[in-house]
């Protein structure tokens, strides 16, 4: 059974850092992965989809890595803005269903 | 430019009583499912559609119903609301295998 982990669960920084988000997953047998943000009482907003063949996608200031075997993906988020602030969601696609992890809380500070 | 559409967004039900959240999408999309969010278990797959007349349960089905009749609809129904039913409900579609998923705004039911 896929299981998926996100570290840290919550992150605070100061307006401008640089930040790395962390997913690992324990089956690398995926067809894609997908990054995801959630507002509080919102949908899920799609932000970046890495295919399995592909090594990493960027969108702006995102960045999204994948290591199929290591079991790893990374969200890079570049001069981090109050904007971003959000629960940060990864899923990993494997057969018919989307298994995702419990999220990263992240708040950006003036 | 809707996307994914989900309604109503808020419903309070009483225990027994049943329901239909309602989840459209005008993307053409083949599969379509849903999935409940709890704090701290993140999103759960309830069912599945991957085409017209086609469904499959997914993780946590018991207690939810659906059908797919045409491309853009795919309604779940609860039969007897439950307060463990008590949820955020959020509905998806996507092109076919590996295509990115498009989430509607989701549907907070409390059961009371």
């Known amino acids: 059974k896929q299981e998926v982990t996100q570290i840290p669960a919550a992150l605070s920084v100061p307006e401008g850092e640089n930040l790395v988000l962390n997913c690992s997953f324990t089956?690398?047998?995926?067809?894609?992965l997908q990054w995801f943000r959630q507002d509080p009482g919102k949908g899920l907003t799609s932000l970046l989809l890495?295919?399995?063949?592909?090594r990493e996608q960027t969108s702006g200031r995102l960045n999204a890595s994948l290591d199929k075997s290591s079991g790893r993906s990374t969200l890079y988020i570049a001069a981090s803005q109050p904007g971003d602030s959000a629960t940060y969601l990864c899923?990993?696609?494997?057969?018919?269903?989307?298994?995702f992890g419990t999220g990263t809380q992240l708040k950006v500070e003036l | 430019n809707a996307g994914v559409t989900q309604t109503p967004k808020f419903q309070v039900l009483k225990t027994g009583q049943s329901m239909t959240l309602q989840c459209a999408q005008d993307?053409?999309?083949?599969?379509m499912s849903w999935y409940r969010q709890d704090p701290g278990m993140g999103l759960r797959l309830i069912h599945y559609?991957?085409?017209?007349?086609?469904?499959d349960q997914g993780e946590v089905p018991n207690g939810y119903n659906v059908s797919r009749s045409t491309t853009e609809d795919f309604p779940l129904r609860l039969l007897s609301a439950a307060p463990s039913q008590t949820s955020v409900y959020f509905c998806?579609?996507?092109?076919?295998?590996?295509?990115?998923?498009?989430f509607g705004q989701g549907t907070r039911l409390t059961v009371v």
């Open positions: 089956d690398s047998a995926i067809y894609n």
């Open positions: 993307m053409n999309h083949e599969y």
């Open positions: 559609s991957v085409g017209a007349g086609i469904t």
């Open positions: 998806a579609s996507r092109h076919g295998v590996g295509a990115e998923a498009f």
């Open positions: 899923a990993f696609q494997g057969g018919n269903k989307l298994t």
């Open positions: 890495i295919q399995s063949s592909q």
